[in-house]
């Protein structure tokens, strides 16, 4: 059976963002693909020129609605936009006892853009971030969930990553890519300790919604059954395919979308059986 996956997070008309990357993430890693929509963003590969957030109450309605009638196999969360959203999620998934949760805590998007309010963080770290099985933060929203500034090295990040753990969240993935360098370098913090995830850097101007994309595909490998490991390191080389075809794409004058795009696995044998 093929699994179901919810992506609670605000919209990107331009596709390469939000709810529209992470449908596309959850398609080509073999699930099926629901979407909450928190937030309706007027985006595109240039930024964000504004923001209309659904009320809360709505996005309540949603989630119940959904759960009411679906058996969701896995979660990613992603722009929640302001408090009074993060806790009406927050609150509905322990209503309905909802696991197997990853949180990328999107603050601002690529463009420089705030899609979330400053005076949301705190909600998010003490209200959703002890919620959830992984979170899969970038280096400007580490630094503040934690109140410090930026690592500049891959020994920082995996002192932050254990930090960010301390806020109750078994396992962390401190997304390097704003480091820079010829490697593009993540760390995944566990249980089990610290490793680092290193790929090449994929030279393109095509790179918007790199993290929407791999916190999506986490999702859905997850939801396939992979150990929470497995399915990062999976989700890392789905992503770094994904925009190695970026340029496969003529999408806008700015950073344009990464290239989703359907692949069988070693070892299966039917799409995804
Ligand atoms: N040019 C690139 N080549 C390869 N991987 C990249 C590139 N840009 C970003 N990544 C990877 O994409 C993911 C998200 O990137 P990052 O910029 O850190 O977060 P966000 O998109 O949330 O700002 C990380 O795994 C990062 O290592
Ligand atoms: C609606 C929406 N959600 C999240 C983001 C940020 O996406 P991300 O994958 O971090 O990509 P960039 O914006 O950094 O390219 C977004 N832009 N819109």
């Not at 179901?4 to 959850?26: E, H, R, W």
């Not at 890693?29 to 957030?53: D, F, K």
């Not at 918007?208 to 939801?223: D, E, K, P, V, Y």
Request: negative net charge; aromatic residues 4%.
């Amino acid at each position: 059976m093929i699994p179901n996956v919810l992506t609670i997070a605000g919209t990107d008309p331009s596709g390469g963002a939000g709810i529209q990357a992470d449908l596309k993430a959850f398609s080509a890693n073999g699930t099926y693909g629901m979407a909450v929509t928190t937030a309706l963003v007027a985006q595109t590969t240039t930024g964000v020129s504004s923001v209309r957030e659904i009320p809360a109450d709505f996005v309540a309605d949603q989630l119940r609605t959904l759960f009411d009638d679906v058996r969701v196999d896995a979660i990613k969360i992603g722009m929640l936009s302001d408090a009074e959203i993060i806790r009406t999620v927050a609150g509905v998934l322990s209503e309905y006892s909802a696991r197997e949760i990853v949180l990328d805590p999107v603050m601002v998007a690529k463009s420089g853009d705030r899609l979330l309010a400053a005076d949301a963080v705190r909600a998010l770290r003490d209200e959703l971030v002890p919620r959830v099985d992984l979170i899969t933060p970038n280096l400007p929203e580490a630094a503040d969930l934690l109140g410090v500034s930026e690592p500049t090295d891959t020994e920082g990040m995996a002192a932050q990553a254990e930090r960010l753990a301390e806020l109750g969240v078994e396992r962390v993935l401190l997304k390097g890519g704003h480091l820079g360098g010829e490697s593009s370098v993540d760390v995944l913090r566990t249980t089990s300790g610290v490793e680092l995830l290193a790929h090449e850097r994929v030279v393109t101007k095509n790179d918007h919604g790199t993290g929407c994309t791999l916190s999506a595909a986490t999702a859905a490998l997850r939801a396939r059954g992979r150990d929470w490991p497995t399915a990062v390191r999976e989700a890392k080389d789905y992503l770094t395919g994904a925009l190695r075809a970026a340029d496969l794409l003529d999408v806008g004058q700015g950073h344009g979308p990464v290239h989703h795009f359907y692949r069988w696995w070693p070892g299966e044998t039917t799409p995804h059986g």
